[in-house]
């Protein structure tokens, strides 16, 4: 895609630039030449996934003797995640990316990992815990941006619902924090925020019973990749499309559809396939010895763009 390919290139342009500090004395490493196994673990089975996924592969096949699992836990769970983890130690991973269902409860396995193996989180942070750096979006910052759009959205003010499958995911609380942040002062008033627990049906449940409990509800905001969709067919079935606007989050099947058709205000884009790249690529590095690519802050940012029906078509015609 065009513009997707011109933000790329910014976002790898600004992590090669960022200083380093000094790897934690975490995991193991392997000198050059060894095999090296790396494994990127989602949060949930979630479409959003496929660019990671296309990343990671992109970045081993640049890579000598680099093998990469991709793993995504069946239910989403924490428990399921740690069972996933479990089995790719045992393995003998050298190097692990993950996305926690939930930071807060699982530092201790956290630590755990990275005592075994490097260890970073990609799109979801947990930085209490011993990861060596997190590579992905400051959702904080996406918030604002999603806020951005709320208002634009509703120029007149109005009462909406946040939508999300875990509201104690680090990623879903910077969200929820900068659109909070961003709506301050405004006239739009956040009525409350339902979770799913990344249940398909309960997504979709959750905007219909906000639809008939709240019948003036001015917008529905969804905080991950498949609520998008799951809040536009709810919108659909009550036919309120236009009256009730919608704000989302990535390019889930259909989203960018709805962006299209202008059921769907406006979605903001992470870009899941540089979490994959990058992970991979730094990864490695850390496995052999090289912690350079770490900045001091341990934080490698990829930032988001705003997409809407005003920009939806560059931003999906094909790079030339």
Known sequence: MKTRSIILTTAVFSIAAIGGCQDAKQGSTSKAGDRILIAFVTNNPSN???????GTDDAAKQLPNVDVQFVMPDDGTAATQKTDVDQLLAKGVKGI???PVDPQNQTQMLNDIASQAKLVTQDSDAPLSNRIC???TDNHAAGLQAADLIKKA???GGKIMLFVGK?????AKEREKGIRDGLAGSKVDILDVRTDDTDRAKAKSNALDALVKYPNIAGLVGLWSYNGPAIMSAVKDSNKVGSVKIVCF???PGTLDGVKAGVIYGTIVQQPYQFG??????LV??????SSWIPQSKQLLIPTVAVTKANVDQFTAPAK
């Open 97 to 99: 990316a993950i996305s």
């Open 154 to 156: 509703l120029p007149s």
């Open 134 to 136: 997190y590579i992905g």
């Open 167 to 171: 509201r104690d995911a680090q990623n």
């Open 250 to 252: 990535d390019t889930d």
């Open 277 to 282: 790249v990058q992970a991979v690529k730094d």
């Open 285 to 290: 590095k850390s496995v052999q010895g090289d």
């Open 48 to 54: 959003y996934w496929a660019d990671a996924r296309r």
